[in-house]
């Protein structure tokens, strides 16, 4: 296939027909990947290592009402479980085909302007993959309401959203996260949140917010920022669609009302890599006449824990059931 494909709004014809190109190459932007810087890279695991790696998952022990022994009694025992987490590392990657009528004929550098783009084109394709695995969690919150809530606890919305992100919604999930299901802090401090700009757009004109930022940091509104509230960092992407299950986070719920979101803690997503992802350049055929560029890696992401349990499950996904 050719590689290259020249839009209709170059002229080709007539007599001011187009002789003279810029020489600055203009490329479409891509959207904010955020979710690789908050995964968890595995250091052990490399090359020759195998397909996949376990991980050594201890679950927490009940607690005890009352620990105190009466002078003849035994000291209780009970038994530790340990449990394995597999991670399988696979393929991915996509090429561009070169060839060589293209680059005599281009004005500019085809090889490297392809270069930038398949750069891109890996990046988000990473930032899908790692968001794909918060998404996997068993713990589904739902907005119902302006002040109303569902929480599943089986990995699926099991309806629709009602309404969008705010500040309520945000306390509720920060005290699900810290109080019933016991998550550590991502940093020590607080939890982190990841949102589509429309959930972020909901706290950010809710009435609570606007009043508590006015005295704390008046800036916020004008920079279109929101930081930390309730404990949750709060980071934004614009990565995603408008389609349920799509890549990214999605604008979902009745009427689009809902932007996804995710709000996790420590320990959340690993990720491994047995060959790191990188441009390479494929072998030239029909005589040089055709070469391509592509990336590939070999990795995987996945959840640490696939569990709704408490002390065990770590992230909880905002979203929807249409």
């Known amino acids: 296939m050719p590689m290259t ?7 080709n014809t007539g007599a001011l027909r187009t002789h003279h190109l810029s020489k600055k190459l203009f490329t479409a932007a891509i959207a904010e990947c955020v979710f690789m810087a908050h995964v968890d890279v595995d250091p052990d695991y490399g090359p ?18 009352d ?3 009466a002078e003849t ?3 209780p025992e009970s038994q530790i479980t340990v449990t394995g987490k597999v991670i399988t590392a696979g393929e991915f990657g996509a090429s561009v085909p070169c060839t060589n009528l293209a680059k005599v004929f281009a004005h500019f550098d085809l090889e490297n302007a392809t270069q930038g783009e398949l750069k891109d084109q890996m990046k988000l394709a990473m930032d899908s993959r790692a968001c794909r695995a918060f998404k996997l969690t068993q713990l589904v919150y739902v907005p119902t309401g302006a002040a109303a809530y569902t929480l599943y606890t089986n990995g699926t919305a099991g309806t629709a959203a009602l309404s969008n992100m705010n500040v309520f919604h945000l306390a509720t999930i920060r005290d699900l996260l810290y ?18 700009s429309h959930g972020l757009r909901g706290i950010k004109e809710d009435p609570t917010f606007e009043e508590w ?10 920079n279109s920022e929101i930081g930390k509230i309730e404990q949750i960092m709060i980071h934004e992407t614009n990565h ?11 604008k979902v719920g009745t ?21 790191a992802p990188e441009i390479r350049p494929g072998k030239p055929d029909d005589f040089n006449r055709i070469t391509s560029l592509c990336w590939y890696g070999i990795y995987e992401h996945s959840l640490v824990w696939d569990t709704a349990n408490s002390g065990e499950a770590k992230v909880i996904f905002v979203s929807s059931s249409t």
Request: glycine letters at 14%; aromatic letters at 10%; hydrophobic letters at 30%.
């Open 73 to 75: 009694d035994r000291i």
């Open 48 to 65: 020759h290592m195998g397909q996949s790696t376990t991980l050594t998952r201890i679950s927490r022990q009940a607690e005890l009402s």
């Open 5 to 11: 494909t020249w839009g209709s709004t170059i002229p």
């Open 67 to 69: 620990y105190s022994l």
């Open 179 to 196: 109080d019933d299901y016991k998550v550590p802090f991502a940093d020590g401090e607080c939890y982190m949140g990841i949102f589509r």
């Open 213 to 222: 930022r006015k005295y704390k940091n008046p800036e916020a509104r004008n």
């Open 240 to 250: 995603g669609g408008s389609t349920l299950g799509g890549f990214g986070l999605n």
């Open 255 to 275: 009427n689009d009302v809902l932007g996804e979101g995710i709000v996790f803690g420590k320990d959340a997503v690993r990720y491994i890599e047995a060959q």
